[in-house]
């Protein structure tokens, strides 16, 4: 595909985003789920939530599999979805003999479409936020546009979301629409779907289920009492007037940040947002391959430089260079708030609780004592 | 445990206004359930935060690697083996540490109970021997000894083997557990079936390495996964690379893991490598009687020869 191409659906994706005057809501009786999934498998790859020992995951679904809704959320984001943690992009020979000798050709791969079904309002606004990355003027990166673009975004409102999520305060919510196609909500014996795009249309239809029901209703009053069911919080006001290099050199502050750190790559592998990736080459006899790993700027790996020195060789440097990021320089730069959707992730899973909250929550009393300052 | 936490408090202060110490090393309150937070003090201010519960399972050794001050650390029984090996690896001075000595009654396992709850667990507190959950789905207790990490469970030396402090009179060692009925099962397994045991056991990782991080003993300044020149191992989500990362890591530990829990604690899917580590332990036993880290008189056996080691391998 083309980047003229890639940019022509990117631009036919926003504006059936922007359809919204034509919106309609879908009642799907539970009784017919599972043959409506039977249907969408003749057009689609199904993905959903699937529990495994103790987490929910998100995996294809076989005939015969239904996703399991009974979750807060997946363990790993559903970034996976677009983005796998290895991907591979070329292939090549070494063997001399063959005509194909060093040429990269590109791996094939399934661009069939896919519909992942129960992703939260969180993750799929997250991969709004990654795909500012994927998609710019200058670049657009066609497997992962590929991969987009082949998915139907198909989410679950959260009404009991958890004592870490803080999705409200990040720019998100429990019943976002920002990502998806197709929003449902569980009404008891029924769920009912709010279509949100063509896409989502589509994906509808695939499944049979065009009963049109009258349950704004049904939306805003969940809307709102999922919305008072999240009791954290983070405070982002000051963040954009936060003088940047000062806020880089509170030294005290990202030390006392910092010190817990082990510069695991926990919360960077299953934050939703988290987008940087290494290339590898990997020769096996005469065949080699090219891919793209996930990598973690908490790995002192990731700034090394070929002459062995390391710009970011202290853990207190990649601390705040994450925070900084998601919390600063993303701010800064696309205008568009913190790089981060408030999903709890890391907050639940870092093995020595760092919490992003509560550095969001410091870095943003910084950028106030700041502000003052100037005034002053 | 409370108690704990007041003396800590206690030694602390006192050991930073004597300039015995430059900060003292311990844990301060987390900010989710069972979950506190590594933590350093350097005023007396700082030490306020400082807590002790059964909640600290994150081993402090780890955050002595290096380190050029005089440190004040708090210490479990496992803390307390590793800063041994440390000191005798070189990675800091006995002179510069004065241990705060800590009995453990053992850590509590966050997954384990998070499983036994209906909902989200909202808040754990305890007294003496009961562990309160609070959840979204109600309420429950727990006996401490229901609910321990697998490897405080079957702990051997709860009691720290080197301190200049003690927060406490000593606990009861536990002298009736069966250390290694896990890695008995495994060895009895045929290859085909342990090769699908371990299968199964690392299909989950992310390869976040949170297990080597935590761990104290994985200080290499270039580990072997992340060495590029020339690469040694693969960087995907390959299973063969990351069995590789598992297994090799493990060999690391020979002789020197003490089974503090740390990897296992740390790992965001629940993996137990601690099956690999815990079968090198017992080996390091039956043939060496080596316990890791209780002494600072003799080194590994691995890092050093003596006539009479076993050779029954050489055939």
Known sequence: ?376 | MVNYSDKIREISKRLLKDCKVDMIIGFRKGSVPMMNEPHFARTAEDVDELVWDSNCGINLANYLTDRKEKIGVAAKGCDSRNIVTHILENKIKREQLTIIGVPCKGMIDKRKIAGLVEGEVLEVTEDEEQINVKSSGGKKSFKKTEVLQENCAVCIHRNPVVYDEMVAEPVPEQTDVDRYEDVRKIEEMDPEQRWAYFDDLFKECIRCYACRNACPLCYCPTCFVDEAKPQWVGKSQDPIDIRTFHFLRAYHCAGRCTDCGACQRACPVGINMRMLTKKLEKDCKDLYNWEAGLTLDSRPPLDFYRPDDPEDFIK
Not at chain 1, 105 to 113: F, G, L, N, R, T
Not at chain 1, 152 to 179: I, K, Q, R
Not at chain 1, 281 to 287: A, C, I, L, M, S
Not at chain 1, 293 to 301: A, E, G, L, T
């Open chain 1, 1 to 376: 595909m083309d980047s003229h191409r890639i940019n022509q659906l990117t631009h036919q994706r926003i504006n059936q985003s922007r359809r919204d005057t034509d919106m309609k809501i879908v009642a799907i009786d539970k009784k017919d789920w599972e043959k409506g999934l039977d249907r969408l498998r003749e057009a689609y790859r199904l993905i959903g939530p699937v529990k495994e020992d103790r987490y929910h995951y998100f995996r294809e679904l076989p005939q015969g599999q239904a996703p399991d809704f009974d979750f807060f959320n997946t363990r790993i984001s559903a970034k996976e979805i677009v983005y796998p943690q290895s991907e591979d992009l070329f292939e090549y020979t070494l063997d001399e003999t063959k005509e194909d000798y060093h040429l990269l050709k590109e791996v094939e791969k399934d661009y069939s479409p896919k519909a992942v079904l129960g992703i939260r309002p969180c993750d799929a606004k997250a991969v709004e936020l990654v795909k500012l990355n994927f998609d710019t003027d200058d670049y657009k990166d066609p497997y992962w546009l590929r991969a987009w673009e082949a998915t139907t975004f198909v989410g679950l409102a959260c009404d009991s979301p958890c004592s870490t999520c803080f999705c409200t305060t990040a720019g998100c919510g429990p019943y976002h629409e920002e990502g998806l196609d197709v929003l449902l909500a569980d009404d008891g014996d029924r769920y009912v779907a709010k279509v949100l795009t063509e896409k989502g249309e589509n994906f509808m239809k695939a499944a049979g289920w065009t009963e049109g029901a009258e349950a704004e209703a049904r939306f805003e009053s969940g809307k709102s009492a999922a919305e008072e069911k999240i009791v954290s919080t983070v405070s982002t006001e000051k963040l954009r007037s936060a003088d940047t290099l000062a806020l880089h050199g509170n030294e005290e502050m990202w030390e006392d940040i910092s010190f817990s750190c082990i510069n695991c790559g926990t919360c960077t592998f299953v934050c939703p947002t988290c987008w940087c990736f290494d290339i590898q080459d990997e020769v096996h006899g005469k065949q080699g391959r090219r891919m793209r790993n996930w990598d973690s700027c908490m790995f002192p790996i990731f700034t090394v430089h070929t002459t062995g020195h390391n710009p970011r060789g202290t853990k207190l440097q990649r601390v705040r260079q994450r925070f900084m990021h998601k919390l600063k320089y993303f701010v800064d730069k696309y205008d568009a708030g913190i790089m981060c959707v408030g999903c709890g992730r890391c907050v639940q899973q870092c093995p020595v609780n760092i919490d992003i909250r509560r550095v969001c929550d410091l870095m943003d009393r910084y950028g106030a004592t700041d502000a003052c300052a100037v005034e002053g």
